[in-house]
T-cell receptor, first 112, second 113 residues
Framework: DAKTTQPPSMDCAEGRAANLPCNHSTISGNEYVYWYRQIHSQGPQYIIHGLKNNETNEMASLIITEDRKSSTLILPHATLRDTAVYYCIVRGLIQGAQKLVFGQGTRLTINP | DVKVTQSSRYLVKRTGEKVFLECVQD?????MFWYRQDPGLGLRLIYFSYDVKMKEKGDIPEGYSVSREKKERFSLILESASTNQTSMYLC????????????FGSGTRLTVV
């Protein structure tokens, strides 16, 4: 599985866009990039995923570089409820089940 | 809303006890997973299952076993609980294929005393 590198922590002002970077330089051609977040004392929550095109949903946008070696998760208008640990994951396939390998993630703090 | 339900939010057990952690999903998902989460170590995969009665070891299976007799239920068993198994346990499920994310339960915080 490709390893990911994320900054351990970031701050963002409420109402501003939060841009969370992720490096995954060893990603292989058929691996997707997934983003999850974990709010304190809850299970991780799926946010978005992509292969090589940029993606957008009601929660966030995902920008993947052309060489696919890095990506950025964008929360366009951050709120206090977006304070969480954000995980960037490259998904590997093992014996018919998709195995998610979590790194340490980025602790995002949204400040009022 | 799809759901993954873990039977207990908090659990306290004694060393040496046999402990069952239950997880039920209502989404007809093929794949189910058990993770544990510890400070500084992140989420680590214990076991997973891609079909009824099928199970595969994850990264840290020692001291654990699992059971999947029905598609919707995946149980994690601590045969003889030890204090180093004090942790947050998270169950997740997903349908097959690359295009679907995991759905996680809310977690069970197990303390072994």
């Amino acid at each position: 599985d490709a390893k990911t590198t994320q900054p351990p922590s970031m701050d963002c002002a409420e109402g501003r866009a939060a841009n969370l970077p992720c490096n995954h330089s060893t990603i292989s051609g058929n691996e997707y990039v997934y983003w999850y977040r974990q709010i304190h004392s809850q299970g991780p929550q799926y946010i978005i995923h992509g292969l090589k095109n940029n993606e957008t949903n009601e929660m966030a946008s995902l920008i993947i570089t052309e060489d696919r070696k890095s990506s950025t998760l964008i929360l366009p208008h951050a709120t206090l409820r977006d304070t969480a640990v954000y995980y960037c994951i490259v998904r590997g396939l093992i014996q018919g089940a998709q195995k998610l390998v979590f790194g340490q993630g980025t602790r995002l703090t949204i400040n009022p | 809303d799809v759901k993954v339900t873990q039977s207990s939010r908090y659990l306290v057990k004694r060393t040496g006890e046999k402990v069952f952690l239950e997880c039920v999903q209502d989404m007809d998902h093929e794949n189910m997973f058990w993770y544990r989460q510890d400070p500084g170590l992140g989420l680590r995969l214990i076991y997973f299952s891609y079909d009824v009665k099928m199970k595969e070891k994850g990264d840290i299976p020692e001291g654990y076993s699992v059971s999947r007799e029905k598609k919707e239920r995946f149980s994690l068993i601590l045969e003889s609980a030890s204090t180093n198994q004090t942790s947050m346990y998270l169950c997740a499920s997903t349908v097959g294929g690359q295009d679907y994310g995991y759905t996680f339960g809310s977690g069970t915080r197990l303390t072994v005393v």
